[in-house]
């Protein structure tokens, strides 16, 4: 009869270990990769204008950022962890770029608006949402036009704007 009794209560703790540890509303431990906007100005003939030796390497362009100014930094370097460090000059593969960022990955708001030395302004909005099973839903706009091509979760949100002197 013991026997009987000890495999009972052996049953009926696996069960209860099952049922316990069965649950919808399982916590699950996310990274979630930050987001940086980069920013390639050319002229109308398709020349990189932030090159070195370029007119506009070294400009004063800077971004609007929660009442913030941040002027373009023209130093190059690369940094790696996620940190707001402003606007700065970068060279993105192969390509000399300013770039905003990096925000955290799980921020749900960005909205700045990127001003050119020539006095053109653009507004520039990202809105992230996560949903079930970590599926990023992202909303890009440019001056309040959603930029569908740029709405599918990417983390690297690149703009060329041509730059009209």
Request: with cysteine; aromatic share 14%; charged share 30%.
């Amino acid at each position: 009869m013991n026997k009987y009794r000890i495999f009972f209560i052996s049953i009926l703790c696996i069960l209860c270990g099952i049922i316990v540890s069965c649950s919808e509303d399982e916590y699950i431990e996310t990274d979630y990769t930050p987001v940086g906007f980069s920013f390639k100005i050319v002229s109308a003939d398709g020349t990189d204008l932030l090159a070195d030796g370029q007119s506009l390497h070294g400009a004063d362009f800077s971004v609007i950022y929660e009442g913030e100014e941040y002027k373009a930094d023209w130093r190059h370097r690369r940094m790696y962890l996620p940190h707001l460090y402003g606007l700065r000059y970068s060279i993105y593969e192969d390509n000399p770029v300013l770039l905003f960022g990096e925000f955290d990955g799980y921020r749900s708001e960005v909205d700045f608006v990127f001003k050119m030395p020539n006095g053109e302004s653009h507004n520039i909005y990202l809105n992230r949402r996560h949903g079930k099973n970590d599926k990023v839903k992202q909303i890009v706009k440019l001056d309040g036009k959603e930029v569908s091509e740029m709405s599918d979760g990417r983390i690297d949100i690149e703009f060329t704007f041509v730059y009209q002197e």
